[in-house]
């Protein structure tokens, strides 16, 4: 049944739009444009992504550009058949060949679902199908074989964002654009959100973001909330549970989230929450509230890495790099700023060098507030006049892991208990997967001296095991 | 008819009134989205905000309609009927609906739906107390709606000193200041001080006590009548805060602002507007950051804080200032400084030159308002350098100001308003643009149109005066 408000509306502005409206600062989204045209020849097509991403916006800039019969349709809450097939209309039958797009199939009552299910495996001729929707499940329509594109063809890249800057007169430069692009994910609602505030505010783009995030991080919040409302129950929680740090985000879970439209997003083959939605501040809210910091996954052996809830930090400088490497091989995470400034700055001038360490302790807050958000920041990394610390737990940090393996494996030994030592040696063994801090330059003394320590103990684990 | 209707009549403002700079700012940033969704405590000076920008557009393109208490869908949908099916209303049209947090449950359901499904060359203006009076979320994830909420709705020190002009009040930029910090730039508090001071002589600052004493009873009055309409818990909230009953917990507050009920929200922090508080302000100190840095842009270039000159090493500093000063938005992109100023220089010593001078400007203005205090007025991202107009005043900015509200009201006949603003930038104009600087094309270029702008205001000067009088 359609609603009073849609008979009003009908009665002021006669028949429906046929293409929804959209920003009028909306950029063409090429990947989008170019996934449409390559399977034009499937007369059924599905493009799925979390809310946010410009589904609805790139669809109907492709659909302008398009000279056929078109007409998009967004359901309306609790969509049922009835109102499916009001909406659509003639569009379900053409006489000539017609692109029919249904945005938001998720939020169709199931018979409405069905509807849309039985369309997609016999679609009628004339007809030219897209569904879209947040999630990829919302339909089963695994035996259509149609093609699906998810995320990957409505990111924001760092050419988008150039375009975008462009059109408010924003001056970016590449790494503003990058940084924009690696805190956001490439989520369109947020890329220009920030895009919009720098332009109205005559700031740079990064504090753009920082205020867009500060004044309309409501929106963030009403795009969690819509999207657990009408995802299944299982779904939502397992994601509540992710973001109160009740549950950690394994590759399983992510995938699960991802399949659901839940904000994860597969990005560069790993699949990643969204870090605005990770770092989600205190909001309307608060079963959305973290209790308790996600812990690091701290990746020593072959090339460093630091994690958080999947999401990689990424620090701007390798000095900022090396200082956390450092940290992270502490067993309390803990330097003091003399030990630093000896370390890294050694010989230099001490006001110099203290300057650096201040500097570098504000990137690597920046690095960190960039993936779990600013107000969380001291959960991981904090600084103060006498000393440095990372906090990670030694169940997220390889080295502490390995080292903790060695240990029990030689006290295992020393008290005569031959597998639990062997149990011990084969896990140190199978947790050095490559030289320690890789790539890093070995001309540093501190790194030339635990990646030696670190190989003979793996030495010593290999020959226990006899590998 | 439930509802006050005046379509195509826009109401009346006085001929002293004066457009908020951010408030315009934005309108015009966001003039092509679909709906713009202007949000107010009540004496925020809302109405007479989007009456201002919709008398200096073209003559019928803007619609107007009040809604009264208790307006339901069905009425709604009979007055815009009228409006868009009027064979004389032309397209594009914008809609503004005034009032809207009266409306009924129904209408403001409509509302929340109307401008998404309404044709592309319908655009509309939603004003009202409370940001909760429309759902309009699903607009702002889409980009179709633009909300100006508290920060946009302020009189900041440049708006005042635009008021006290136009009103021919004496001020100094450190009194706009403090009646911004006092008031926190509640529209009903400043009009009210500044008139004060026009009556009986006064600062601007030193008249605001004197409203008070005298307006005590409005600011009650205002306060009761929101609360008359707002949900019992808020309303008790309120007046418990305002009363010392309670604490002003972060979460009431919001819920408060939300409700458009006298808080104000600044950098993510809520305050109870210091007025309705009672609460008195301490005033600012020589060394506070609050005062407003001035751009004296008419002949000689100068710059000055708290009554203050900042003085600049080398002329290059300052004309990079300069420069600056006279883009529209303050702001300039490194390569474009490069290219002006070392045009001829290798890139990357003009990059460096650039540096060298971006940090002597930086010194220059810490050894006045110190160090902590530069970012507040001057950025200097990787792409771009440029002043921050929120809390720059420049007398430039302030002519062009008060010269399009004089053309805007010359067009529509407003003479009395044309005149208070020619009169105010016809003041400011002492001499051409950086006359007093040693010439510079990028100046030449700009100070052209402006003198372009003070001929036209002389000329109507001329024509008042040989009328005898104005209407």
């Known amino acids: 049944m359609r609603s009073r408000n849609a008979l009003h509306v009908q009665q002021l502005f006669g028949a429906e739009a046929e293409l929804p409206k959209i920003a009028p600062d909306a950029i063409p989204r090429p990947a989008l444009a170019r996934w449409l045209g390559s399977n034009g020849g499937h007369r059924v097509r599905m493009l799925s992504a979390p809310p946010g991403m410009g589904k609805t916006t790139g669809v109907v800039l492709w659909l302008r550009t398009c000279a056929e019969p078109r007409l998009c349709v967004e359901l309306p809450p609790a969509c049922d058949e009835r109102t499916l097939r009001e909406l659509c209309g003639k569009a379900l039958a053409p006489r000539e060949p017609t692109i029919l797009v249904i945005d938001g199939v998720e939020r169709a009552t199931p018979d409405a679902c069905a509807a849309m299910e039985r369309l997609a495996a016999d679609p009628p001729a004339r007809l030219n199908l897209v569904y879209v929707g947040r999630s990829r499940t919302s339909l089963d329509v695994r035996n259509a074989a149609l093609p699906a594109a998810g995320s990957d063809v409505l990111r924001f890249d760092a050419d988008d964002v150039r375009r975008l800057c462009e059109v408010h007169g924003v001056s970016t430069t590449d790494v503003e654009r990058v940084a924009l692009v690696r805190a956001s994910s490439g989520w369109a609602v947020v890329v220009a959100g920030a895009i919009r505030t720098a332009a109205v505010n005559g700031i740079p783009l990064p504090e753009g973001l920082a205020r867009w995030r500060r004044d309309d ?130 010989g230099g001038d001490r006001a110099l060098a203290r300057q650096g360490l201040r500097t570098a302790c504000s990137m690597i807050r920046r ?101 | 008819m439930a509802v006050e209707r005046m379509p195509f009549a826009l109401p009346s403002v006085t001929s002293d009134t004066v457009s908020l700079t951010r408030f315009t700012d934005w309108f015009r940033s966001y003039a092509r989205v679909p709906l713009r969704y202007v949000i107010g405590q009540p004496g925020a000076g809302k109405t007479t905000a989007v009456a201002i920008w919709a008398q200096q557009q073209k003559v019928d393109n803007v619609a107007w309609i009040s809604l009264r208490a208790g307006t339901d869908d069905a009425e709604l949908v009979a007055l815009l009927g009228e409006v868009i099916e009027d064979p004389r209303a032309p397209r594009p049209l ?65 708006d005042i000193a635009l008021f006290c002009e136009v009103m021919g009040v004496p001020f100094g930029h450190r009194d706009c200041a403090q009646l911004e910090l006092a008031t926190d730039g509640w529209a009903f508090a400043v009009t009210g001080a500044v008139r004060v001071a026009k009556a009986f002589g006064l600062s601007a600052s030193d008249a605001l006590e004197r409203w008070r004493s005298t307006q005590a009873r409005s600011v009650e009055r205002i306060v009761a009548e929101a609360l008359k309409v707002a949900p019992a818990r808020d309303a008790q909230d309120l007046l418990d805060i305002v009363e010392g009953r309670a604490e002003a917990a972060p979460a009431t507050l919001r819920r408060l602002a939300r409700g458009g009920l006298f808080v104000n929200t600044s950098e993510g922090a809520f ?105 507040r007025y001057l950025f200097s991202a990787p792409a771009q350098i440029g002043l921050r107009f929120d809390a720059v005043v420049s007398s430039m900015h302030r002519f062009v100001v008060h010269a399009e509200l004089a053309v805007a009201a010359e067009a529509r006949g407003a003479s009395s308003t044309a005149l208070a603003h020619w009169t105010a930038a016809l003041q400011l104009y002492t001499a051409p643009v950086l006359s007093g600087e040693p010439f510079a094309w990028w100046i030449e270029e700009r100070a052209a149109a402006f003198e372009i702008l003070r001929q036209r205001g002389r000329r109507f000067m001329r024509e008042a005066s040989g009328a005898g009088a104005v209407s």
């Open chain 1, 217 to 346: 991080g409501r929106i963030i919040a009403s795009l969690i909330d819509d999207a657990l409302e009408t995802s299944d129950p299982d779904d939502a929680s397992l994601f509540r549970r992710i973001l109160g740090g009740d549950e950690l985000p394994t590759a399983l879970a992510l995938a699960r989230l991802a399949d659901a439209g839940l904000f994860a997003q597969d990005i560069g083959g790993r699949i990643r929450l969204n870090p605005l939605v990770l770092a989600f501040p205190s909001g309307p809210r608060a079963s959305l509230e973290p209790r308790e910091a996600i812990p690091l996954e701290i990746e020593v052996f072959g090339t460093f890495r630091v994690r958080v809830g999947g999401q990689e930090i990424r620090f701007a400088r390798r000095r900022d790099r090396n200082i956390v490497e450092f940290l992270a091989l502490r067993r309390d995470g803990k330097a003091s700023r003399t030990e630093l400034l000896e370390t890294f700055w050694p």
């Open chain 1, 367 to 467: 690095a960190f507030g960039a993936c779990v958000g600013e107000e969380r920041v001291s959960a991981y990394f904090e600084a103060d006049a006498a000393a440095v610390v990372l906090r990670s737990e030694a169940s997220g940090n390889r080295y502490h892991q390995f080292v903790e393996q060695v240990e029990r494996a030689r006290e295992a030994e020393r008290s005569g208990a031959p597998e639990a030592a062997e149990r011990s040696w084969s896990a140190a063994a199978a947790l050095y997967t490559g030289p320690l801090l890789a790539g890093e330059e070995v001309a540093m003394p501190w790194v030339a001296q635990a990646a030696r320590a670190a190989e003979a103990m793996a030495a010593e684990a290999r020959r226990r095991i006899g590998g």
């Open chain 2, 94 to 158: 914008t809609i503004v609906l005034d009032d809207i947090d009266r409306a009924s449950a129904s209408a403001r359901s409509l509302l929340a739906e109307l401008y998404l499904r309404a044709p592309e060359n319908l655009q509309f203006i939603y004003v009202a107390r409370a940001f909760n009076a429309v759902d309009v979320i699903e607009g702002e994830q889409r980009g179709v709606v633009a909300v100006a909420g508290g920060t946009q709705m302020r009189f900041g020190a440049e």
């Open chain 2, 271 to 375: 305050a109870v507007n210091p007025i309705v508080a009672g609460r008195r302000t301490t005033c600012l100190d020589a060394a506070s950051p609050g005062s407003p840095l001035v751009l004296d842009m008419f002949g000689r270039f100068r710059v000055v804080h708290d009554g203050v000159e900042v003085r600049f090493l080398r002329r290059r500093d300052a004309q990079i200032v300069q420069y600056l000063a006279l883009q529209p938005q303050g702001r300039a992109t490194r390569a474009e400084l490069i290219r002006t100023f070392w045009p001829d220089a290798d890139p990357q010593l003009g990059a460096q030159g650039l540096r060298t001078a971006c940090s002597a400007i930086r010194r220059a203005l810490a050894a006045r308002v110190g160090r902590q205090n530069v970012d």
